[in-house]
């Protein structure tokens, strides 16, 4: 029979590459205000609904990002929780703190759809082209990361409600979630530096 130390060891691996699809990746974009981008572009500016929105925009990145931040070290614990305890554990003991993390993901992905809905009607209110080129791709960038927690919570499901009793069982399925979720997140970052790029371009 092999030792239950030996046991522990076995699994290891598969719990940090669980905590690898799983991660949070809390980004920094976010926290770059959409001032910011909108003061690099030379006139820019609109109607008299012009800077409400982009206040709005902003306090919705910003609850988004709070959000996101807020679940990182749930989510670790949680990982850690599983890597002490074993799946079936979690899934029995830890079902407060999973609802926790989907209410948490849930937040961001409805402040980040906030954000770019607010971001796009700004472009509508701009007066200036570059600025709603600018608008409309932070807009973009918004809707990808609110997709990236989308799937960071579904994660957070098919370890509670997946068939799967192993996990080993259950990580082709988190294997394939993770890897649409980082396709998400990388496009909302790169979309995101497009548009301060082309802002700092138009100075």
Same mark, same amino acid.
Do not use: W
């Given at each position: 029979?092999?030792?239950?130390?030996?046991?522990?060891?076995?699994?290891?691996?598969?719990?940090?590459?669980?905590?690898?699809?799983?991660?949070?990746?809390?980004?920094?974009?976010?926290?770059?205000?959409?001032?910011?981008?909108?003061?690099?572009?030379?006139?820019?500016?609109?109607?008299?609904?012009?800077?409400?929105?982009?206040?709005?925009?902003?306090?919705?990145?910003?609850?988004?990002?709070?959000?996101?931040?807020?679940?990182?070290?749930?989510?670790?614990?949680?990982?850690?929780?599983?890597?002490?305890?074993?799946?079936?554990?979690?899934?029995? +003991?830890?079902?407060?703190?999973?609802?926790?993390?989907?209410?948490?993901?849930?937040?961001?992905?409805?402040?980040? +759809?906030?954000? !770019?809905?607010?971001?796009?009607?700004?472009?509508?209110?701009?007066?200036?082209?570059?600025?709603?080129?600018?608008?409309?791709?932070?807009?973009?960038?918004?809707?990808?990361?609110?997709? !990236?927690?989308?799937?960071?919570?579904?994660?957070?499901?098919?370890?509670?409600?997946?068939?799967?009793?192993?996990?080993?069982?259950?990580?082709?399925?988190? +294997?394939?979630?993770?890897?649409?979720?980082?396709?998400?997140?990388?496009?909302?970052?790169?979309?995101?530096?497009?548009?301060?790029?082309?802002?700092?371009?138009?100075?």
């Amino acid at each position: 029979m092999t030792p239950p130390l030996l046991e522990r060891k076995k699994m290891n691996p598969f719990v940090r590459l669980l905590a690898i699809i799983c991660g949070v990746i809390v980004i920094a974009l976010g926290l770059v205000k959409m001032y910011r981008g909108i003061q690099e572009i030379r006139g820019a500016g609109g109607d008299p609904q012009f800077k409400p929105l982009l206040e709005e925009t902003d306090k919705a990145v910003s609850a988004a990002n709070k959000a996101s931040q807020e679940a990182q070290p749930l989510f670790q614990q949680f990982l850690d929780d599983i890597d002490k305890s074993g799946l079936s554990t979690v899934r029995t +003991q830890k079902k407060d703190a999973a609802q926790k993390l989907i209410d948490l993901f849930g937040e961001a992905v409805e402040q980040y +759809q906030l954000a !770019a809905q607010k971001s796009d009607e700004a472009a509508r209110h701009s007066t200036i082209e570059k600025t709603k080129s600018f608008l409309t791709t932070k807009a973009r960038a918004y809707g990808l990361l609110a997709q !990236a927690r989308t799937i960071n919570r579904g994660i957070v499901r098919l370890v509670l409600d997946d068939p799967a009793t192993k996990l080993e069982q259950l990580l082709p399925k988190l +294997q394939e979630a993770a890897a649409r979720r980082d396709t998400a997140q990388k496009s909302g970052v790169d979309l995101d530096a497009e548009a301060e790029a082309t802002a700092k371009k138009s100075k």
